[in-house]
């Protein structure tokens, strides 16, 4: 009988205190081939509930449309009706809970300890209220935030749900507060504590490590709400009635630094917190929390120098936490690492910039107590797999463990094949999303911790084949809008880091800052939520504004005479012709960026520095291409056809500037790549051009010649061009520069560069863990296996086998259900099982060229192999 699963509110499980006056309420379809009408049945906690009636529809969502105040708890459950117009059970209660909508629901104020105001590392805040309660408690909520980062604590025990709460934000513009269900953990006398680091708000972030970017001044607000049996309502907030100590066990904490850590330290809470102020009123997390995942046990390695290094055996983001006895006052210190440097420790792979003197010292410094002294050293985060320990003569593994610490995203997608080596490289692909969602999507968890939009832009559709990353990316589009400027421009890295001159002027760089179209684009694509378009329409309009003022502005990056690159870039404008006003020649673009060595002839810093204007005229056209369509789905026309003027000029300026005789001059594979995969050449110039792709494949031998924005497209391309087989060697190579390489040194997650270690087996000065080039594994689900979403409701199913593979087998809990996808050959004989998920069609492309239209159910076929 047809019944909901799966069900979501906002895109997340049973949240509570959220904000959405008027979420989206979705759900899937289990034990039916087709929903044809479904009914919403709510219930508020004080007032009646809405209800939707029946809605004829096939659609597996529709908008909450009950009340919605401060603390209301919905309950919600659906009843559907199925291909025959028979309605099956109710599904089970759903929950959601709203935060505290207004700012009249908050008594809470700003506190902050006794002379903290000090642009300078100084101990964690502790701060502590003890009060008394008499009569019985029906419920008890805690909202919670912090400049900084917070952990509250209830009668001695931790208050979970969150780690790093309250996440990493535009500090300046936006704010969340987390929401606590404390219920069970008060009784009559009662005492809670918050801690207080630095974290995002204070500490070092971005490439250059800069600190206070944010403020200088940690702070808390704070407000625990006891509802009681009899209906009254107490709240104990944060004023000046809390105590406060500067004199715990936290020193000194840094979220790439470290903790400096002396268990001596006794809090003597003997001040009170003094009131404060901050501009911006606290908002409901809408996202997933940050959590506590995987832990992992380590082998101890005794290294050639003598040295004691614990090895996790999977390299990841989150902390190092242990017990350990010793003499009082004796030292210790634990150094998290990517990797070894010929069997040494080493963190010198992270410092990209030494000349600027930044350190990253991922490092746990801790003072003994003389008793069991146990740390979780949750006040920052380390990417690692290795950790040095000094300090205690003869280290026992046993007593250490890594928490893998991310966002609580569901991983959805699996893919595995006869190539166990490609089955390691997704691993390491799902291990790199894993370190680095970490409320935003970073580019690395060691060196930078930076919300990069290039690196999110390509890994998106990966990122959402592996996990359900809806909820994630909503509230990160906020950040990447919170931080656009007042012109329309989208930053590089949201939340902002501190940038100035070049890295300034870098900001809005082609490929990066069309992140704010590409992102909302693909997610509406596989989620079928045109909220991904509404919610982020002030950002994209703002977006496409900026482009095309920049695209008027002819005056170029202005360099002075001197400098090398002048007389190049006065080479490099654009011949005058009536389509370069939809060129951006302004401006300085990463370009391609971090394209494999060999690749670009010459100084690779200068190719940084050079005009973009191939890379411009390219994602104009793509970007605005995109908007376009979703404009049109929302009805903005008007707009949708400026999109279409300036996405189909910028496609003839760049066949007028960039084709010459139907040919693209350049050995370069991400320059004969960009032009197929973004629609840019007509059918017989395409076809030329994928041939000298493939051509130009070949004479590498393989081995991968793009960068960060072209890697996800190369093997699509290539093989929706004729050249699979191509394709396949490239995806199969096991040699630098190649996907498989990394596998084959032992990688467990993806690298930055293809290439790792030097000749002498010194790691290069670059991070182990970018999820970015692991953006092919989109391939493996959607070319490989053959499942790619074409619509609401709607797949393709198409493998394509190639290489050495005899079999793969992806399955994905999809945005509309669970599809999987399993192809083997044997004999010359292939056969292809598949499921389609409840209320789904799918259109069928078999190998020998056989189509068909599949509907929901599990499906079997063969085909003869030419
Ligand atoms: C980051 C990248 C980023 C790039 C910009 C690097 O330092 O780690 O992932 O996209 O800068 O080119």
């Not at 895109?11 to 979705?26: F, V």
């Not at 009784?187 to 490590?209: A, H, P, Q, R, T």
């Not at 490989?784 to 609401?792: D, H, K, L």
Request: aromatic share 12%; hydrophobic share 35%.
């Amino acid at each position: 009988m047809i019944h909901a699963i799966k069900m979501r509110c906002a895109h997340l499980k049973n949240p509570m205190g959220i904000d959405e006056r008027n979420p989206l309420l979705s759900w899937n379809v289990k034990d039916a081939k087709k929903q044809t009408a479904y009914e919403i049945y709510t219930q508020c906690n004080h007032s009646p509930g809405w209800t939707s009636g029946i809605v004829y529809t096939s659609a597996m969502h529709c908008i909450y449309q009950g009340v919605a105040e401060s603390r209301d708890i919905i309950t919600w459950k659906a009843r559907l009706y199925d291909e025959n117009g028979i309605p099956g059970e109710w599904s089970q209660e759903e929950s959601f809970e709203y935060g505290l909508l207004t700012a009249d629901d908050w008594d809470a104020i700003w506190i902050c300890g006794i002379g903290t105001d000090k642009e300078e590392r100084l101990p964690a805040d502790y701060y502590r209220k003890e009060f008394h309660i008499e009569k019985s408690v029906r419920k008890a909520r805690l909202y919670a935030t912090a400049c900084g980062i917070y952990e509250a604590w209830m009668n001695g025990k931790r208050v979970e749900g969150y780690v790093l709460a309250p996440g990493c934000t535009q500090y300046d513009k936006r704010l969340y507060y987390q929401t606590y269900d404390v219920t069970h953990m008060l009784s009559s006398d009662n005492d809670i504590v918050f801690v207080v680091g630095d974290g995002w708000y204070k500490g070092k972030l971005g490439c250059d490590g800069e600190e206070y970017l944010f403020g200088k001044q940690t702070k808390l607000f704070a407000q625990l709400e006891i509802t009681y049996e009899d209906g009254t309502l107490e709240r104990i907030a944060t004023n000046q009635t809390f105590r406060w100590s500067g004199d715990g066990p936290v020193r000194e904490n840094d979220l790439k630094d470290g903790l400096y850590y002396d268990a001596r330290k006794q809090l003597s809470f003997g001040a009170y917190a003094e009131e404060t102020t901050y501009p911006v009123l606290p908002a409901a997390s809408n996202a997933p929390a940050i959590r506590e995942h995987e832990r992992f046990r380590p082998s101890l390695y005794r290294s050639p120098g003598g040295a004691q290094i614990l090895d996790f055996g999977q390299n990841l983001a989150g902390y190092v936490a242990f017990h350990v006895k010793g003499r009082q006052g004796q030292q210790i210190r634990i150094t998290m690492g990517e990797t070894l440097d010929n069997g040494e420790f080493t963190t010198e792979n992270f410092t990209t910039l030494p000349e600027r003197g930044k350190s990253i010292n991922q490092m746990i410094e801790m003072v003994l107590s003389g008793q069991e002294d146990v740390l979780i050293p949750n006040f920052f985060y380390s990417g690692f797999r290795y950790a040095l320990v000094e300090g205690i003569e003869q280290v026992k593994p046993e007593d250490f463990e890594a928490i893998a610490v991310y966002s609580d995203i569901k991983f959805t997608g699996n893919f595995f094949c006869s190539n166990e080596k490609i089955n390691r490289f997704v691993n390491c692909t799902i291990w790199s999303e894993k370190s680095n969602f970490v409320d935003i999507p970073t580019d690395c968890p060691q060196r930078e911790k930076g919300g990069w939009t290039g690196d999110a832009q390509v890994f998106v559709k990966t990122a959402t084949y592996l996990a359900d990353t809806a909820a994630f990316f909503r509230k990160w589009m906020k950040d990447v809008y919170d931080c656009q400027r007042e012109d329309g421009r989208v930053d590089n890295v949201a939340p902002k880091v501190e940038s100035v001159g070049t890295a300034d002027a870098m900001n809005g760089s082609t490929g990066w800052a069309d992140a704010a179209v590409i992102i909302p684009y693909t997610l509406w694509k596989m989620y079928g939520d045109s909220g991904f378009i509404t919610d982020n329409y002030e950002l994209m309009h703002r977006w496409k504004d900026y482009v095309i003022n920049q695209a008027a502005d002819k005056s170029m990056y202005q360099w002075s005479k001197e400098h090398p690159l002048y007389q190049f870039c006065e080479k490099e404008k654009l011949l005058p012709s009536p389509y370069n006003k939809y060129v951006v020649e302004a401006g300085l673009h990463w370009g391609e960026w971090a394209e494999p060595e060999g690749v670009v002839k010459g100084d690779s810093m200068m190719e940084l520095l050079r005009p973009k204007p191939e890379e411009n005229a390219a994602y104009m056209h793509y970007s605005m291409r995109l908007l376009e369509e979703m404009l049109y789905a929302v009805g903005k026309e008007e707009e949708a056809q400026t999109c279409s003027e300036y996405s189909e000029g910028a496609k003839k300026a760049y066949n007028l500037h960039f084709v010459k005789n139907g040919e693209i001059i350049s050995e370069r594979q991400a320059k004969l790549v960009r032009p197929i995969a973004l629609g840019l050449l007509d059918q017989n110039t395409q076809k030329k051009v994928a041939k000298k792709l493939n051509d130009e494949v070949v004479k590498r031998d393989y081995k991968i010649g793009t960068g960060f924005l072209s890697t996800p497209f190369i093997l699509p391309v290539l093989t929706e061009n004729g050249y699979s087989d191509t394709a396949y060697r490239m995806l199969e190579n096991t040699k630098e520069p190649g996907w498989l390489a990394m596998v084959e040194q032992g990688a467990t997650t993806v690298w930055e560069h293809y290439n790792g270690y030097d000749e002498n087996g010194h790691p290069l000065k670059s991070s182990y863990n970018h999820y970015s080039p692991g953006a092919v594994c989109s391939f493996l689900f959607s070319h490989t296996a053959g499942i790619q979403v074409m619509g609401e409701n709607r797949f393709l199913i198409q493998p394509i086998p190639g290489g050495t593979l005899t079999y793969a087998k992806a399955s994905w809990n999809s945005p509309y259900g669970y599809v999987d996808s399993s192809w083997k050959i044997e004999d010359r004989k292939g056969t292809l099982r598949f499921t389609i998920p409840g209320n789904c069609t799918a259109n069928l492309v078999l190998p020998d060229g056989q189509e068909m239209e599949v509907g929901a159910g599990e499906h079997y076929c063969e085909w003869e192999e030419l």
